[in-house]
């Protein structure tokens, strides 16, 4: 569960569209340069080759525009400009930039078009990734933007988490997502990425919050969260959001696992128990000899004696050795449920295929004892101590019933 993966950067792009037709119009603006009509003309034509896909026949008809020395200052800028959309188009980005910075070094466009060149201009180089260029044009654009719209901070964000400044990655994402009411989810893993890389996490925490508010089912940032508290130390609130993603049916096997394995180390035993018995019965955790032996310890510390019972007894009805049984009858014992225990060992060494029937004689001898049934304590004992780990202790225990018997007969 990688916390720090970098977010999804698709929606990052170009202003999409042939930009001449609105950079030169067909009704020149007042405050503007006239443009003579022979170049406005080819420029004209070269954006008609562009669009259809005749790129080199408008790049020849460009680059031979631009070399002609009788262009005005305003000419030129406009030809470079012109030519810099084609290469753009073409994904020759270091080209269009070439073209874009001939453009604005002549100072020849009018402010508002020279302002938008520079954004143009910034967005192409980032395009190339030269990242620090293109967030120092970037800045120059916002320096002199009136209102700079939520998309181009979040443009600008971007570049700042290429270039690993994440404090000003973080400042611009923020104001694009207070500034824009509808909701971008790259833009929240952008946010998260700022946050994680600043160690800031509460406030990824609170991030992935929003971000799982809106889209409940993407497991991955349960995920993100569960690793942000344990990074926190936070470990309840860790657990907890795995078990909120487990309620939603997102965790596989081991995942519900980890789950409960979080609970029982947190000292909580009783969800641990809850979530492993759900997903027993929803068959999201195999219903193994394993997983239900683990769900008895989690009732077991729970103190919750009965329901460990009852796993026990479905268990000792299906498996093919005692040792459910035996199990069952050890539980019984601590428990002081002497008669009921003895008929479990009894019940278990009828099954056979005991690990230690040594120590099943063993309890057995004792919850027959405790049961007042000496004879069959006696019988339990005799057979223990034909085992060599219990045999001693066996020998003690029948010397001692035959102790008892002689007192009683006495």
Not at 39 to 46: E, H, R
Not at 252 to 262: C, F, I, P, R
Request: overall charge negative.
């Amino acid at each position: 569960m990688d916390s720090r993966k970098r977010p999804d950067t698709r929606w990052l792009g170009l202003l999409g569209g042939w930009l001449v037709m609105c950079l030169l119009g067909v009704e020149a603006r007042a405050s503007e340069p006239e443009l003579s009509k022979d170049v406005y003309d080819q420029l004209v034509q070269a954006q008609e080759l562009s669009q259809q896909e005749q790129h080199q026949q408008a790049l020849n008809q460009l680059q031979a525009l631009a070399r002609n020395p009788e262009l005005s200052p305003y000419e030129a800028a406009l030809t470079h400009q012109t030519l810099g959309h084609v290469y753009a188009g073409l994904n020759r980005f270091d080209q269009a930039i070439e073209a874009f910075q001939a453009s604005l070094a002549g100072q020849a466009l009018p402010p508002e078009r020279a302002h938008n060149l520079r954004y143009n201009l910034g967005q192409i180089m980032i395009a190339a990734e030269r990242y620090e260029e293109g967030a120092q044009m970037l800045e120059t654009w916002l320096a002199d933007e009136a209102e700079p719209t939520p998309r181009s901070r979040a443009v600008l964000a971007q570049v700042y988490s290429q270039l690993k400044r994440h404090a000003e990655a973080e400042q611009h994402i923020r104001l694009a997502i207070n500034q824009d009411t509808s909701f971008h989810e790259e833009w929240y893993q952008l946010l998260l990425f700022a946050s994680l890389e600043q160690q800031k996490l509460s406030q990824a925490a609170d991030v992935l919050h929003q971000l799982l508010n809106r889209l409940p089912r993407k497991k991955n940032y349960w995920l993100q969260l569960s690793q942000v508290y344990m990074q926190a130390e936070q470990q309840e609130r860790a657990a907890s959001a795995l078990a909120l993603a487990h309620a939603l049916g997102l965790l596989e096997e081991q995942e519900v696992l980890y789950v409960v394995q979080s609970y029982l180390q947190l000292g909580l035993p009783y969800k641990a128990a809850e979530i492993l018995d759900e997903g027993l019965a929803s068959q999201a955790v195999a219903n193994t000899e394993t997983h239900r032996e683990l769900l008895v310890t989690c009732w077991l510390h729970a103190k919750e004696y009965q329901r460990a019972l009852d796993v026990l007894e479905q268990e000792a009805q299906t498996a093919s050795s005692g040792k459910a049984h035996i199990r069952r009858a050890e539980l019984l014992a601590e428990m002081e449920r002497w008669p009921e225990a003895a008929a479990a060992i009894a019940a278990g060494v009828a099954r056979g295929e005991l690990t230690d029937a040594g120590k099943a004689y063993m309890l057995l001898g004792i919850a027959e004892y405790r049961s007042d049934k000496l004879d069959e304590s006696q019988e339990a004992f005799t057979k223990a101590a034909g085992y060599q780990p219990v045999a001693r202790q066996a020998r003690q225990w029948l010397t001692f019933i035959a102790q008892e018997k002689s007192k009683q007969s006495s």
